[in-house]
Nanobody, 125 residues
């Protein structure tokens, strides 16, 4: 079983950049597809980005495409979400998720096997 821990969330201003990290405290992420989801207050959890085990395949939600970049470092057992040009509507708790499949592009939270506890990102206007 994989234990995921997110970090990097904080209060920023609109237009700022922020990088989130997700590390496996127990387990090896190498053979997992990894994703980022987010959940704003009173809203359902929504897909942001997903990356295959090798990093060669990525997919983004339309709302973040061109602004966010998902990446991974298998040697460090970590996944990242670089967020640029942040907007107030990006405010949410961001969750890291893992799917025990090497190449996967699912966008439903139900598709994923393991989750972190989340990290809060707040973007002020």
């Amino acid at each position: 079983q994989v234990q995921l821990v997110e970090s990097g969330g904080r209060l920023v201003r609109a237009g700022d950049s922020l990088r989130l990290s997700c590390a496996a405290s127990d387990g090896n992420l190498t053979y997992y597809s990894m994703a980022w989801f987010r959940q704003a207050p009173r809203k359902e959890r929504e897909f942001a980005a997903v990356i295959s085990w090798s990093g060669m395949s990525t997919k983004y939600a339309d709302s973040v495409k061109g602004r966010f970049t998902i990446s991974r470092d298998n040697a460090k057992n970590a996944v990242y979400l670089q967020m640029n040009s942040l907007k107030p509507e990006d405010t949410a708790v961001y969750f890291c998720a893992a799917k025990e499949v090497m190449v996967f592009s699912g966008t439903s939270p139900r598709d994923y096997d393991y989750w972190g506890q989340g990290t809060q990102v707040t973007v002020s206007s």
